[in-house]
């Protein structure tokens, strides 16, 4: 029996410091196209990408909500939920 997949919203940490938010069904299927190049134009040349954060969520409109509230926060709030791990 195959395992359901569930929405999740992810933070990697970029080489040059940054961290970008995204959501996912598979995030290590996701981390892989990141790192392939084939991911979001923004971690494209920012290699190598570390998953540092991952929060599981109910619904895929759930996840893009928190994706949007991730986004708003000032970069210390992001890298206290990273630091979190």
């Known amino acids: 029996m195959e395992e359901a997949l569930t929405w999740s919203v992810y933070l990697l940490q970029c080489a040059d410091g940054t961290l970008y938010c995204g959501i996912a069904l598979d995030v ?48 210390e709030a992001k890298q206290a939920l990273a630091d979190q791990r």
């Open 28 to 75: 290590a299927a996701r981390l892989a196209q990141h790192q392939a190049g084939k991911g979001a134009k923004y971690t494209r040349g920012r290699g190598p990408l570390e998953l540092v954060y991952r929060e599981v969520c109910e619904s895929k409109a759930e996840a893009l909500r928190r994706e949007r509230a991730i986004k708003r926060m000032r970069r």
